[in-house]
């Protein structure tokens, strides 16, 4: 089936357009940025295509070496830009960020879905979940990262350079350490990394949102 990229972006993305200048501004960022994941995944997937013909590897290493790079790039991207011209608040950045990845893994993952059926008639629950709780919070993991980190560093003058360059690297290693368990024995301790990340991450936000409760408990109480 050829162009089923552009096929399941027209199904999914293009609905998302559609609703943004009906809802309120909050829900209007997500959808906007949800939209934008998807536009980057259609973007890159024509890179990585051409950087395939180009490199002419296997997939092994095109995945574990190449499309981590790319893909963490274009996706960090967007959030750059919002946190240097829009806003660099923490929980704007978060929000934006893991919707960018969530709009990424949402087109990413429809697309290998409807190849896959394609190619091999069916999949199952196991394979649906490999790929919902692995490089579906993948990639939501990697841009909040670098959304999070950016809102700390964007207003440090001396470290912005090297701390986005730190941020992007560790996106690139945690993709390319994801994808090269998925396709090793390992591969159920690589599905399973997205989901232990992203557990911590829930846990240390309850954490701080704990925190800030009891702040502003004893100010009241003032």
Known sequence: MENVSYIVFICFAL??????PIVRRQTRQVLLFTFIGMCCCLFISEINGLLNRVIDQDIYYMTTNI????EELIKA????IFALFISSERQELLTIAFMTGLGFALMENSTILVETIVMKGSVDILWALIRTLG????H???TTAVGVGISFIRDQKKIFLCGSFALLSWAIV???VYNSLIQSDYKYLGAALPMLTYLIVIAVLLIVYRKKLKIRDKENTQ
Not at 135 to 138: D, I
């Open 15 to 20: 609905p998302f357009v559609l609703g943004i």
């Open 140 to 142: 939501s993991l990697c």
């Open 67 to 70: 499309t981590p790079m790319t």
């Open 77 to 80: 991207l967007p959030i750059l």
């Open 174 to 176: 945690y993709h390319s």
């Open 135 to 138: 490089a579906g919070l993948l």
